[in-house]
């Protein structure tokens, strides 16, 4: 992540992951797949397309 996001300090990075990657992901790294749909849903809206898949279809859910 810290390369992704270019220049931040790992103090940094670890605070983007807590609050925005973190909490979506058990774990053991299976997303939820509730929140997965809701966030599908807001883009494709926002975009104003429509959802042509799930997230249980996009986010892998066996270990």
């Known amino acids: 992540m810290r390369t992704f996001l ?3 300090t790992a103090d940094e990075v ?3 992951y807590e609050k925005f990657i973190g909490p979506y992901f058990t774990s ?3 997303a939820d797949l509730a929140v997965g749909a809701s966030a599908i849903s807001a ?3 926002e ?3 429509p959802a ?3 997230a249980a279809e996009y ?3 066996t270990p």
């Open 28 to 30: 053991d790294g299976q």
């Open 14 to 16: 670890r605070a983007h």
């Open 47 to 49: 975009l104003g397309v």
């Open 43 to 45: 883009v494709a809206t």
């Open 6 to 8: 270019g220049g931040h």
């Open 52 to 54: 042509t898949f799930t």
């Open 59 to 61: 986010y892998r859910t």
